[in-house]
């Protein structure tokens, strides 16, 4: 097995990448110590304007809704469709939105072979959440601004804000010219990234990979029992493991962004409202434990406690194990470096 990455392609994060994502993600952490809070009541981001809505990402948010939906009819049901779905909560939300969206991308947590990275890329793509430069530039802005005003989606707002209002209205700090180059510089400077980000060019691997799941069901289907269960088979797959699953990672992504800055425990007294929620700690492998990472942003490992389980990170050792994941950055790796929080262990007494 040729699991060791090449010269060429080992590190995901060339020196000038690393160089430039380093300045985004010291504001972020220098923003997280200072300890500025608005949170009581918190006002909608500047510029902001609640009540106009953008009809066609409603309208596509909705249309998705209702197609899942259509689960709910026995004639879309199958065995395979729940099997894949299931199956392709791990392999599109895990390693697309939780390793790949969120802890490579975002924060940098390890390093992997580019190959890797774009194919983890393209698996988020069919998450419907976005290009990854957008969502790595939004959730940055969320760390730099956790709870205060700015935070593009802080459910201190209300919890309909934090959960999904945020997305379908213009937020000028986010949609401006320049936005995207300034908080993933990059992302944006990888044609890769770049590229899909464009005229929301994601979509297109989005689309591919629902012919790619009707078209599994249907030559299962076929060679089972003929071409006419082949063609329900083949909704079946689209109807669950697509729509089902792409509206179950979507509330739980968007969970994590709302109920777990409002719900839960905290093992670190950080300078927003973020929580520990156990249930979204199970759930959503491993991002719930959401007050440890915002206490410590860079580490890979978001469980810090033996009952945390965090799925996700096992999978990333699982990778260096494999020796395609490198750098990996663990919890206590930087506590004391100048880029850390002051950590205080609640239960311990911190102050
Ligand atoms: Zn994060
Ligand atoms: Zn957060």
Redesign the pocket.
């Known amino acids: 097995m040729s699991a060791s990455p090449t010269a060429a392609d080992t590190a995901t994060t060339s020196a000038a990448a690393s160089a430039a994502c380093a300045s985004v993600l010291d504001a972020t952490l220098t923003a997280a110590t200072r300890g500025e809070r608005d949170r009581d009541p918190l006002q909608l981001p500047a510029g902001v304007n609640g009540w106009a809505v953008r009809w066609p990402e409603l309208l596509f948010i909705g249309g998705i809704h209702a197609v899942a939906l259509l689960a709910v009819l026995p004639m879309f049901f199958s065995w395979l469709g729940l099997i894949v779905c299931v199956a392709g909560f791990y392999v599109f939300g895990g390693l697309g939105i939780n390793l790949c969206y ?1 802890r490579l991308l ?2 940098r947590s390890f390093t992997c072979p580019r190959w890797l990275e774009r194919l983890f890329t393209l698996l988020a793509h069919c998450n419907l959440q976005g290009s990854s430069v957008r969502w790595v530039a939004a ?1 940055r802005m ?2 730099q601004f956790s709870d205060e005003r700015p935070d593009p989606h802080s459910p201190l707002v209300n919890l309909l804000w934090g959960h999904m209002g945020w997305l379908v209205v213009t937020n000028p700090a986010l949609d401006s010219p320049g936005a995207l180059e300034r908080y993933a510089p990059d992302l944006h400077k990888d044609a890769f990234h770049r590229r899909f980000s464009h005229k929301n060019l994601w979509l297109l691997v989005w689309g591919a990979h629902v012919l790619a799941m009707w078209a599994i069901g249907f030559f299962v289907g076929w060679a089972w029992e003929g071409a006419a269960a082949g063609v329900w088979m083949g909704f079946s797959l689209v109807v669950w493991a697509v729509f089902v699953r792409s509206v179950v990672v979507w509330h739980i992504t968007w969970a994590i962004n709302s109920v777990t800055h409002l719900w839960g425990y905290q093992n670190y007294r950080s300078t927003d409202n973020s929580k520990n929620n156990w249930l979204l700690g199970y759930v959503a492998m491993g991002e719930g434990w959401h007050n440890n ?2 206490a410590d ?1 860079r580490s890979a490992a978001h469980g810090h406690r033996w009952w945390e389980v965090d799925v996700t990170y096992l999978t990333i050792l699982l990778l260096k194990a494999l020796r395609l994941a490198d750098n990996v950055i663990k919890p206590a790796r930087h506590a004391d470096s100048q880029h850390s929080l002051e950590r205080k262990r609640l239960r311990d007494g911190g102050e």
Request: hydrophobic letters at 0%; proline letters at 0%.
């Open positions: 969120h975002t924060h959730h969320h760390h990472h915002h942003q």
